[in-house]
């Protein structure tokens, strides 16, 4: 009998049928956060490489180790990376901007957009 395995390796509990609508809605969440932090992340590749002027492969090497020097999660770095450049930051943001802030290249991160 073939089936989903916990990883204990014992067979998984059959969705039933009022499960359903949650669990969907839980990984349309999960998937649409996903989408969001991807999105966060190319984008902030994208504006280190241009502040930078660094290839897209060394501005997601500087991105992970941000964000592995500052105990801080790539999709985190990457969203405040983000809000700051284009003025949409709040308090909580520029406080992990500045657990990070250190850690970027030395010219530092520009506060809001350019006018």
């Given at each position: 009998m073939s089936g989903k395995h916990t990883p204990s390796g014992e067979p998984s509990q059959p969705l039933r049928a009022t499960d359903a609508p949650d669990a969907l809605r839980d990984e349309v969440a999960h998937l649409h956060e996903a989408m969001k932090s991807q999105r966060d992340i190319g984008m902030a590749i994208g504006l280190l490489?241009?502040?930078?002027g660094c290839s897209t492969e060394q501005a997601w090497?500087?991105?992970l180790r941000v964000s592995q020097d500052s105990n801080t999660k790539v999709r985190t770095v990457a969203h405040v990376l983000v809000t700051v450049h284009d003025g949409t930051s709040g308090p909580e943001d520029q406080q992990v901007l500045e657990r990070f802030e250190d850690q970027l290249p030395?010219?530092?991160w520009p506060e809001g957009p350019s006018t």
């Amino acid at each position: 009998m073939s089936g989903k395995h916990t990883p204990s390796g014992e067979p998984s509990q059959p969705l039933r049928a009022t499960d359903a609508p949650d669990a969907l809605r839980d990984e349309v969440a999960h998937l649409h956060e996903a989408m969001k932090s991807q999105r966060d992340i190319g984008m902030a590749i994208g504006l280190l490489s241009a502040k930078f002027g660094c290839s897209t492969e060394q501005a997601w090497r500087t991105m992970l180790r941000v964000s592995q020097d500052s105990n801080t999660k790539v999709r985190t770095v990457a969203h405040v990376l983000v809000t700051v450049h284009d003025g949409t930051s709040g308090p909580e943001d520029q406080q992990v901007l500045e657990r990070f802030e250190d850690q970027l290249p030395a010219s530092g991160w520009p506060e809001g957009p350019s006018t």
